[in-house]
């Protein structure tokens, strides 16, 4: 049985299902929280810790998608804390991996570029690591950067949840993660991909595109998501 | 005792370089050497990339010039996808190029030359700067910056950005043209030519008082190359390649950009990292040859335009081979590039909204070649299987005219340099003489080592160390 519980967001009483994360009752309330590998229609996995919040009596920050609310929660979605952690967090994916928005297909269309923006960073504190990453065109229509992917893993649960395919999976561990097809093949030699983009439109950066872009031409359609989580779960009724 | 003079860095110029003049036991200029100091290395960090992506990168080598190299490497991927690109495409890049030379062409007259040409070689140096022409000729450095700002208004209206547009792509441009943003750009095209032929009136008394300068700077024959109409007159964009000799022979004519192989090869010297081309069938280093506004005006028939076209009658019968003319002949370049813009313009064609071919890759080697403010400029690159590029080689115009600006330094040294005391001016008139080549040193050095050429390290005496075919 669900219920309704009553909580503070930056001071505003809300309420909400019990079942809902903090993050989906502060959307729903019109209260913005930063994510990066949250899409709705897909499940949430708290990775990429951009929506942390900081909750009265507990010293911990929380990832606001995976944390459920409850009854007289305080929540603070916006403080120096929080915003220092989320510039570092940005930093951090942007050290990591080639990010060069001006020759990149998704220059003004990328959810980190945004993220950047809106967190005010304009230069990174920490040394680039340069790493050499392989871009896989084996594709016939699209591409797979790894130096742009953030493995936010949108891409994984896609096309494992709506698309059923699970083509898409995360190989290796720490900083030597990388998505990968299949069991580690060229993209274009998976036998599992069906080639229906959904890992295209929802990818936040310029890691998956389609062939034939040039800078700045890359633009996603992601507002099919939802629905087509929803009528996937009414048939399986 | 011998001695080294080095004049480091060269300033206004484009990118960094250095000169060393090497003095005798008599004090006399016994060698003198451009060095280009900086590697860029676009031609290695590119391989990799998805050719689509080219044009983008490549405009970044340069702030001032990117859309010449976004116009060559566009063609390069035109090439990629053999494709021919919609003739609306090809017209709206050429006004796109033509407003880029212009605005170049101004940047490099204005700004960076005519301290030197209305001030005086031996003015006070702190002076001889754009700032002084401003307290000496306000018009004329008004007149710069202005000229200026017509050709970067052009390419934004274009291509919606100054700098680095990313409206130019392979198979064509992004965006068609609309009759507003085409009666923007022609509103602005008269005042261009009036303060082109403004500049040029002046000009021409200029050249009266610099008769040792133009004796002296870079005036040696050598030969002239550079891309023209079937016609013999002036292209920018597209065309065949056409090469004279220093009295205005034709030495090849009709040649093909992707053929460029066949008769340019590149040589290193270990002085520079700017690589230095040749004619190949002259051989090194007989076939040196100069591209940019001079060679262009020395290999056509004339401009090709109503008012460039008569003032070349009167740049004919300066002495072809002097450097100090690519002022001129980059004044009357001005001239043809409002003229011309408004041809093309004046064409409803031009509005046309297909303006984009597109393909997936059909061949596996593109070439693109265009003219660039400072001359022929060559992008060459090679794909695999997936469209990913496995090589690139430029050859940027500023190295074309390498081993000329390394002769013109050495005549000019020897010329005004003598003695123990060196007078500013004379070390001035040094550098002067590479400002005539304009040359862009961000754009031309790149990884030297990665021709897909013949490759030879020279000593300085020419004295061939070591060779390399690929």
């Known amino acids: ?237 | 005792m011998t001695r080294q003079i080095s004049i480091d860095p060269v300033t206004r110029i484009e990118g960094h370089a250095k000169i060393t003049i090497q003095l005798d036991d008599s004090g006399a200029v016994s060698d003198a050497h451009f060095h280009v100091t900086q590697v860029r290395g676009f031609e290695k960090f590119v391989e990799g990339r998805p050719f689509h992506e080219m044009p983008s990168l490549m405009g970044r080598i340069c702030g001032i010039c990117p859309v010449s190299h976004l116009i060559a490497s566009a063609k390069a991927c035109d090439a990629l996808l053999a494709v021919t690109i919609p003739p609306p495409a090809a017209d709206l890049r050429r006004v796109l190029n033509l407003a880029q030379i212009a605005q170049s062409h101004a940047l490099s007259f204005f700004y960076l030359s005519s301290p030197d040409l209305l001030l005086g070689m031996d003015a006070d140096p702190s002076q001889r700067n754009i700032f002084g022409v401003l307290q000496a000729d306000p018009q004329l450095a008004r007149d710069g910056v202005r000229l200026r700002q017509i050709g970067q208004q052009i390419i934004e209206i274009l291509a919606d950005k100054r700098i680095h547009p990313g409206w130019v792509v392979p198979g064509g441009v992004s965006q068609p043209l609309n009759a507003e943003k085409r009666d923007a750009i022609m509103a602005m095209l008269p005042e261009g030519l009036t303060i082109a032929r403004r500049t040029v009136d002046w000009f021409r008394d200029v050249l009266k008082k610099y008769e040792e300068e133009i004796a002296t700077f870079a005036n040696f024959p050598t030969l002239f190359m550079g891309l023209t109409t079937p016609e013999g007159t002036l292209e920018m964009y597209d065309g065949g390649i056409r090469i004279v000799s220093a009295d205005g022979e034709r030495v090849a004519d009709g040649l093909r950009g992707d053929d460029y192989a066949t008769f340019i090869n590149e040589a290193v010297e270990p002085h520079s990292y700017l690589k230095s081309p040749y004619y190949a069938p002259y051989g090194y280093p007989d076939g040196i040859y100069r591209v940019g506004p001079l060679a262009r005006l020395n290999i056509v028939d004339r401009p090709g335009t109503p008012l460039a076209d008569a003032e070349f009658a009167a740049f004919r019968w300066q002495d072809r081979n002097s450097s100090f003319h690519y002022h001129y002949a980059r004044l009357i370049e001005v001239m043809y590039c409002f003229e011309k813009m408004a041809q093309l313009l004046e064409n409803d064609t031009i509005m046309d909204e297909h303006v984009r071919a597109r393909a997936m890759p059909n061949s596996r080697v593109g070439i693109g070649v265009s003219e660039a403010p400072r001359g022929t400029l060559m992008h060459h690159y090679e794909i695999d299987a997936d469209g990913l590029i496995t090589r690139a080689n430029l050859i940027i115009a500023t190295g074309h005219n390498n081993l000329a600006m390394n002769r013109g330094v050495l005549q000019v040294a020897q010329h005004f340099i003598k003695g123990e005391v060196i007078p500013e001016g004379m070390l001035n008139r040094v550098e002067a003489v590479i400002r005539t080549f304009d040359p862009c040193l961000s754009c031309s050095t790149h990884a030297v080592g990665k021709m897909p050429l013949q490759l030879q390290l020279l000593t300085p005496t020419g004295e061939i160390l070591d060779e390399l075919r690929r």
């Open chain 1, 1 to 237: 049985m669900s219920g309704v519980v009553t909580l503070k967001i930056n001071g505003q009483d809300i309420g909400a299902h019990d079942e809902e994360s903090i993050l989906q009752a502060a959307l729903d309330n019109g209260i913005e929280i930063p994510t990066l590998c949250d899409l709705p229609g897909l499940s949430r996995i708290g990775a990429c810790r951009l929506c942390l919040v900081e909750i009265a009596g507990n010293s911990n920050l929380v990832p606001a998608c995976i944390t459920p609310v409850q009854e007289d929660m305080v929540v603070t979605t916006d403080s120096e804390r929080l915003q220092a952690y989320r510039r570092t967090i940005v930093e951090l994916l942007f050290a990591e991996g080639n990010h060069v928005c001006s020759v990149c297909v998704s220059n003004g269309a990328c959810e980190l570029q945004d993220l950047a923006e809106t967190l005010g960073i304009d230069h990174l504190r920490l040394p680039g690591l340069h790493p050499a990453r392989e871009v896989d065109a084996s594709h016939e229509r699209f591409i797979l950067d790894h130096n742009r992917c953030v493995l936010c893993t949108r891409c994984v649960r896609v096309c494992d949840e709506v698309e059923g395919a699970h083509t898409w999976d995360v190989t290796a561990r720490g900083i030597e993660s990388q998505i990968i097809a299949d069991l580690n093949v060229a993209w274009g030699d998976s036998e599992s991909c069906t080639g229906c983009n959904k890992c295209v439109q929802v990818c936040p950066t310029g890691a998956l595109v389609d062939k034939g872009r040039s800078v700045g031409e890359m633009r996603r359609r992601r507002e099919f998501l939802p629905y087509l989580t929803m009528m996937r779960k009414e048939n399986g009724k």
